[in-house]
Structures are given as structure tokens and as C-alpha cells.
């Protein structure tokens, strides 16, 4: 594991090089450029805030923001996992061609959503300031819990992109349970609302204790009638199971990696 | 260890004594081929069905070494385990068993312009292609007037590549590839670059590489190119080593292997064609000429589709084939050989003073040769309808190697108007002895003197 991250780190400069592609060929061609990348979560926001404020009438406050300030690192799981998926398969020409260590290919993905994600927090950063949102009180805590969120997306995303080598079906499956792991994470509904006898398996979940901390930071400094961090033990088992799914990716991921060029 | 990269890895085993570049010791590769094309998640998981697989033994107990400085060629014919070898010394696959140790940095040239990306422009490409390819930025920063003016696009750089032909798209990519400056140099096939005059630019390259101590292998098809670059050559059959040494000895010793498999593919060929002609041919059509068998009934009837014929009809050419001097059917023959091309012709009419001609071309549709009798001031006579006529040409193959099409005709005495002329009736192979290349044999005698 050591040696791997040395030799990673000596093709850092190709890591930045196909983050930095991506990122271009995403926005390349299109005149509102990274814009896009802020209307997805917007229009998502909007049309959940049309559902739950008024249809359902669940009675959250500003319930956009309350969305919103989950959505945004959930969507960096996701995109991250649902690109990452076919990107071994889908550079095949570069797999096939020519050696470098294969984990670059999903970790660029990562980056590039990393980096999209870093961009619309920064958008959400105005917007609470518009509006008057106390964020910074414990903003101190985001880099941490961004951090270790980082770990559980690199390892979601090199397991699947290594098992989809071998296992082309679970392009289409991982649509689904990432739509799945979406609603059984407190995105669109607070933790509370969830039955006493199932809150234990949904902590289970370690992206339910992110967002619990997400939802924090942002959103319960200016409503705080809802509002309480995890529990040192919550915490500690999300970030065990964290821990578990990057080294496990990691491991499945460098397992496969050799078999890779013969399998594509 | 030593991935592209990494120089000053590779500088170090040098300086301590080290000269073997590659070391390939009894490398043995198998590949899976899958008979169903990947195996599905829920087959796995049930184990619903067992997937079945065969090997292929790609490569077979393989060992050899390279020194640095050491311009090595491997050839062999086609799934011979060259391009495996290629993979596993660039590590992009690993051997089943065996070792392979590489001392130096490596750079792979196995496809060009790997992992450009159409919409981005060919500078942007540049970059990625270059870290791709193991190279620092800084480095490319420095390189990158150099890259585009060898690669000729300047005006074309800030582009996407997705607007370049295909010739632009390999010179960038090329471009790129040599700027990388590795030890250890691995081609496969991409010196065909672009026209010839950037060609030439890559081979001087090439050259200039070779000079600078650096070590290549190259897989080529291309003989001329391996034993003019090599110092050293590989022949690789069936994934095992059949020979190695001095470039003119292996690459001889693979040219007769060649030509002698070129001859069975074409023996059978013909013996597979003439079956299926055998098959449809008109009874009258079976018929032997002077007691000689025929070698190809090439039967009208199934050749109609294919082959351009026209004339009146008052004379029909029936049959044709190739004769060797003991008036034996023969299916090839080979340079310097004495032959004889024949063909019967049936009249259905009376004609006076008809004219017998043969033409010869080259798989160009260019004219080899052309005669007939009157050419040859042989006068022909009056024919009567239900006569059959057998011409003949004698000659002596001096023709290069390759596949000849012949076209025979039957005119009127009047030069213009014919009965019966079918295009590429027939065709000759010439097994290739390699004398000569071009249209014509000019048969030199070839001196050379010093004073």
C-alpha cells in the first residue's frame, strides 16, 4: 500500500492532467460552462422544495437550504460512483496501450467531481450569506468531514470501477442502488422523521452521519431546534466502515488491476 | 519498478555495471478467451452456470536478453506473440509465469496519440498525451515548441483534433511519443507515419536514438526497415523463439519460412477453388486438351458473375489453364520456370482468319504483357463451325513475384471486333524469390568495382 501511493505520487502530474481533462471535456463546447454543474442541484432543489413545502407540506423551514447543503456532497458520491463505473472500460484505449497505474483513471473522476463539488460549496457559501446563515461557527468541522467523505467516495469508486471489468451488468445496477443509498440517507427528509427501530440500521450508513454533520454546519445554526451532532460511537463506526470500504476497494481495485488490459 | 518516468532509477542500475536493458526469463502467457463474452453478475453470484474458457498459450517459455544500446527486432508471422511480448515488457499485462526485468526508464510507442481526447485541442492533447506517456509538465513546457514543429501542424495546434485527418492526428501523435527520451524504446508498427517525407524525419529519429546509446524494440513487418535498423533480431513462431541473432540471417531464414507458407496457402487455395468449379461444370467442359489435364476449368457459367466478358459469340473460349514443360497441370510456378499457358476455343460459326491473343496484368489492372498471332505473323486459316482449337504460349517465367490475371480473346481477322474476350479469366502466381521488384525484368549483369 505504501509503494502505491510513492508510484501514485510520481504520476501525480498525469492525475492533475486527466482531472483537468475531464473537467474540460465537460464544459468544453457548452457557453454556460461549470454553470451546468449548478443547475443540476438547483433545478433538483427546486422541484424537491415544490414536493415537500408545498404538496406534502412537511414543514421544514427553508427547506432548500435544508436540502441543499446535504444534496451537494451526496451528489459528489454519486456522480463520482456512477461515472467512475465504466471509466476503466470506458479508457480502454489508454488501458490497453500503455502502462501507469490503473487507479488514476477513477481517481481523476473523483478529482473532477471533487473539485465541481468544492465550486457549488463555494456557491452555497453566498447564498448562506444572503441569507444570513451563522455558517461559520462550526465551519471548522467541514474540512474534517469532507475529508473523510473523500475516503469513502475514492473507495466506492475503485470497487466498482475494478468489479465492472469483470461484471459489465453492474454498470446498470449501480444506478440503482445509488438510487437506494440516496433514499436511505436523510437527503430529502430529516433523521428524525425516520421510525425509532430503523434509525439504528440507517446509521449504519455512514453517509447518514455525514450528512448529519453537513446539516449541522449549515442548516441548524440558524434553526437549531432540530439540531445535534452525531455521537462520538455514531461517528467512529461511520468512519470505521469508511476506512473498510476504501481499503477494501483499494485492495479489490489493485487485486484486479493486472487482469485488466486482457479483460477489456 | 522502473516505470516511464522514473530516469533516474534506471541511470543508477546502469552505472553499477549492468548492461542488460530487458531481460525476459521463461515467460510462459496464457490468454483466456472467453466463449461467452463476459461472464454476468448474477451467473457469477449463482454460479447458474459454469462460464467455459479456453487458453491460448500466447507466449511459450520465452527467454532472451537485451543489452542497452541494442536495437532488437521481433518478426513473425501474425499471432506469433510479438505484440504480447511488447505488453508484458511494458507491463500493461503480466506473465503467467517467468520473469521480466527492466533496467531503465520505458516508453512504450504501441499505439500514437493514445488517449487524445476529440474535443480538446491538439496543445491540450499534447499534455495529457505527454503525462500520459510518463513526462513532467515542466519538461513538455519546454518541449512543446519542438513537438509541434516536428510535428509540422502549427497552424493547426489550437484545434480540436477531432478536425484533423488521420495523417495530422498520428504525426502529433508521433511527435509527442519521440519527445519522451526514454531509455528503453518499445515500437510496434507506427513508423508508418504520414508521407514520406515525414517518414523520413521519423526514421532519422529513430536513428539518432540508436546513436545516442539508447535501446529499441521494434515489431515490424516491414524486413527492410528491422534489417537495416537492427543489431540484433528475434523470430517468434507460435509464441515460442525459433531463432535469434544477426538481422540478415533471421530475417532469410524467416523470408524462405514465408514463401514456403505462401506457397501452401496458395496450393490450397486453388485446390479448394478448383473443387468448388468442379462442382458446376458444363460437361463439355471436362473435356482434355491433346491428352493434357487442364488445371483450372475456369467454367463461365459461375465466373459470369465476376467476369467481364464480351464478344459476338461466334467463337467461345472454353477453358484455360497453366502447363509445366512435362505438360502437367501445375497450380503455381515460380521465376525462371518454363511454361506453358493454354486455352481451347469452340467455333460456333465459321470464321476466317480469327486472331488468338493473351493479355497479363498485374493486380493494378497494369498491363504486364500482351500478344497475339497476329503480332506473332502466324496465319490462322478458315475454322469451321464445332472446331476446337487449343492455343498455346510458351514461355519462361520472368515475371517478380505476385498474382497475375490473365485475359484471352479471340478477334476477327479485322483487328477491332471480337467473339469472344474474357477479362481475368485465369491468374498466374509467381512464388516470390525476391530477384527484383517493378514491372519489368531487365535481367542486369551487375558489377561493382573499386579502384
Request: aromatic share 12%; net charge positive.
Amino acid at each position: 500500500m505504501f509503494s502505491g501511493i510513492k508510484t501514485l505520487f510520481s504520476y501525480r502530474e498525469l492525475l492533475f492532467s486527466l482531472t483537468k481533462k475531464e473537467l474540460k471535456v465537460k464544459y468544453r463546447g457548452s457557453a454556460l460552462g461549470f454553470l451546468w454543474s449548478l443547475l443540476n442541484p438547483i433545478l433538483t432543489m427546486l422541484v424537491y422544495s415544490f414536493v415537500f413545502s408545498i404538496v406534502l407540506r412537511a414543514g421544514i423551514q427553508e427547506f432548500a437550504i435544508f436540502l441543499i447543503c446535504v444534496l451537494l456532497p451526496f451528489n459528489f458520491l454519486s456522480n463520482s460512483v456512477n461515472y467512475g463505473t465504466g471509466s476503466i472500460i470506458g479508457n480502454s484505449n489508454l488501458v490497453n496501450k500503455i502502462y501507469f497505474p490503473r487507479e488514476i483513471i477513477p481517481l481523476s473522476i473523483v478529482l473532477a467531481n471533487f473539485f465541481n463539488f468544492l465550486l457549488e460549496l463555494a456557491a452555497l457559501f453566498i447564498v448562506l450569506g444572503i441569507l444570513r446563515y451563522p455558517f461559520y461557527i462550526y465551519l471548522y468541522l467541514l474540512p474534517i468531514v469532507i475529508f473523510i467523505q473523500f475516503f469513502l467516495v475514492v473507495g466506492m469508486t475503485l470497487l466498482v470501477s475494478a468489479l465492472n471489468v469483470f461484471f459489465r451488468d453492474l454498470q446498470h445496477l449501480i444506478t440503482i442502488i445509488m438510487m437506494v443509498w440516496f433514499f436511505g440517507t436523510p437527503v430529502i427528509y430529516p433523521l428524525s422523521m425516520v421510525p425509532e427501530r430503523f434509525q439504528f440500521i440507517m446509521k449504519i450508513n455512514p453517509m447518514t452521519i455525514y450528512a448529519s454533520y453537513y446539516r449541522n454546519i449549515f442548516y441548524f445554526v440558524k434553526y437549531p431546534e432540530g439540531a445535534g451532532f452525531p455521537s462520538v460511537t455514531e461517528t467512529l463506526t461511520a468512519l470505521g466502515i469508511t476506512l473498510l470500504i476504501f481499503f477494501l476497494g483499494y485492495f479489490v481495485f489493485k487485486r484486479l488491476e493486472p487482469r485488466f488490459a486482457e479483460e477489456i | 519498478m522502473n516505470g516511464a518516468g522514473k530516469k533516474h532509477n534506471g541511470e543508477r542500475t546502469r552505472k553499477s555495471g549492468n548492461d542488460t536493458a530487458v531481460a525476459v526469463e521463461s515467460v510462459t502467457k496464457r490468454y483466456r478467451i472467453h466463449h461467452e463474452k463476459i461472464p454476468s453478475l448474477k451467473q457469477t453470484i449463482l454460479k447458474l452456470k459454469r462460464t467455459t474458457y479456453e487458453e491460448f498459450l500466447a507466449l511459450d517459455n520465452v527467454s532472451f536478453s537485451i543489452k542497452h544500446g541494442e536495437t532488437c527486432g521481433l518478426i513473425g508471422p501474425n499471432g506469433s506473440g510479438k505484440s504480447t511480448l511488447l505488453k508484458l515488457m511494458a507491463k500493461i499485462i503480466q506473465p503467467t509465469s517467468g520473469k521480466i526485468m527492466v533496467n531503465g526508464s520505458l516508453s512504450a510507442l504501441l499505439e500514437l496519440g493514445a488517449g487524445f481526447h476529440p474535443d480538446l485541442t491538439g496543445r491540450e492533447n499534447i499534455y495529457i498525451n505527454a503525462a500520459i506517456l510518463g513526462m513532467k509538465k515542466k519538461d513538455v513546457d519546454r518541449k512543446l515548441n519542438d513537438i509541434i514543429g516536428f510535428s509540422e501542424l502549427e497552424r493547426f495546434i489550437d484545434m480540436p483534433v477531432k478536425n484533423y485527418s488521420s495523417g495530422m492526428y498520428m504525426r502529433l501523435g508521433f511527435s509527442v511519443a519521440i519527445n519522451v527520451n526514454p531509455d528503453i524504446l518499445l515500437v510496434d508498427e507506427v513508423l508508418a507515419v504520414g508521407d514520406q517525407a515525414f517518414q523520413a524525419k521519423c526514421y532519422k529519429v529513430i536513428y539518432d536514438f540508436m546513436k545516442s546509446g539508447k535501446t529499441i524494440i521494434i515489431v515490424s513487418h516491414d524486413l527492410e526497415t528491422i534489417s537495416d535498423l537492427c543489431s540484433k533480431v528475434i523470430f517468434l513462431r507460435d509464441g515460442k523463439i525459433i531463432d535469434m541473432g544477426k538481422p540478415l540471417d533471421i530475417v532469410s531464414k524467416y523470408r524462405a519460412y514465408i514463401e514456403e507458407l505462401e506457397k501452401k496457402r496458395i496450393i490450397e487455395q486453388q485446390r479448394a477453388e478448383r473443387k468448388k468449379i468442379f462442382k458446376t461444370v458444363i460437361e463439355g467442359n471436362r473435356k482434355v486438351i491433346d491428352g493434357e489435364e487442364i488445371s483450372r476449368l475456369s467454367n463461365l457459367s459461375i465466373d459470369g458473375e465476376t467476369i467481364n466478358r464480351f464478344g459476338s459469340g461466334d467463337a467461345e473460349i472454353i477453358n484455360i489453364g497453366l502447363l509445366d514443360k512435362s505438360k502437367k497441370a501445375i497450380d503455381y510456378c515460380s521465376y525462371g520456370d518454363e511454361v506453358r499457358l493454354v486455352y481451347k476455343v469452340l467455333f460456333k460459326q465459321d470464321v476466317e482468319g480469327p486472331i488468338f491473343g493473351i493479355r497479363i496484368t498485374d493486380y493494378r489492372g497494369n498491363i504486364i504483357y500482351g500478344t497475339n498471332s497476329r503480332l506473332n505473323s502466324i496465319r490462322t486459316g478458315v475454322f469451321k463451325k464445332g472446331d476446337e482449337v487449343t492455343v498455346t504460349f510458351s514461355f519462361k517465367v520472368t515475371l517478380i513475384g505476385g498474382e497475375y490475371s490473365v485475359s484471352p480473346a479471340v478477334g476477327y481477322n479485322d483487328n477491332k471486333t471480337y467473339c469472344d474476350w474474357i477479362n481475368n479469366m485465369f491468374s498466374i502466381n509467381v512464388i516470390h524469390r525476391n530477384v527484383a521488384e517493378g514491372l519489368a525484368d531487365l535481367n542486369p549483369d551487375m558489377s561493382i568495382e573499386k579502384k
